[in-house]
């Protein structure tokens, strides 16, 4: 069964997030993930709101659809408020 998630994948809104969050602590985010490298650029970072716990998180997925989840965002002063689209997953 599907489930309904807003995402979001502004590269300048996530940079910002980033940026509020702290450089060393998304580095340590990132290998924590267990994600084999470290992107090289914004491309392939999204946040995701899934309205069942309201929790809102960022993931980074590869090119082959292999997603990883990075660190939780809610509670951050720079979550975007604008270009979220509506996805059906699972």
Same mark, same amino acid.
């Given at each position: 069964?599907?489930?309904?998630?807003?995402? $979001?994948?502004?590269?300048?809104?996530?940079?910002?997030?980033?940026?509020?969050? !702290?450089?060393? @602590?998304? @580095?340590?985010?990132? &290998?924590?993930? !267990?994600?084999? $490298?470290?992107?090289?650029?914004?491309? !392939?970072?999204?946040?995701?709101?899934?309205?069942?716990?309201?929790?809102? &998180?960022?993931?980074? @997925?590869?090119?082959? $659809?292999?997603?990883?989840?990075?660190?939780?965002?809610?509670?951050?002063?720079?979550?975007?408020?604008?270009?979220?689209?509506?996805?059906?997953? !699972?």
């Amino acid at each position: 069964m599907s489930k309904v998630v807003f995402r $979001n994948y502004d590269e300048d809104a996530i940079k910002e997030l980033f940026h509020e969050a !702290g450089k060393e @602590r998304v @580095r340590a985010a990132i &290998k924590d993930s !267990g994600m084999p $490298n470290t992107p090289s650029s914004m491309e !392939g970072f999204f946040l995701e709101y899934e309205m069942d716990t309201g929790e809102i &998180k960022a993931y980074f @997925r590869y090119p082959s $659809n292999t997603t990883f989840f990075i660190l939780p965002v809610l509670g951050y002063w720079r979550v975007p408020t604008e270009r979220w689209v509506m996805e059906r997953v !699972g």
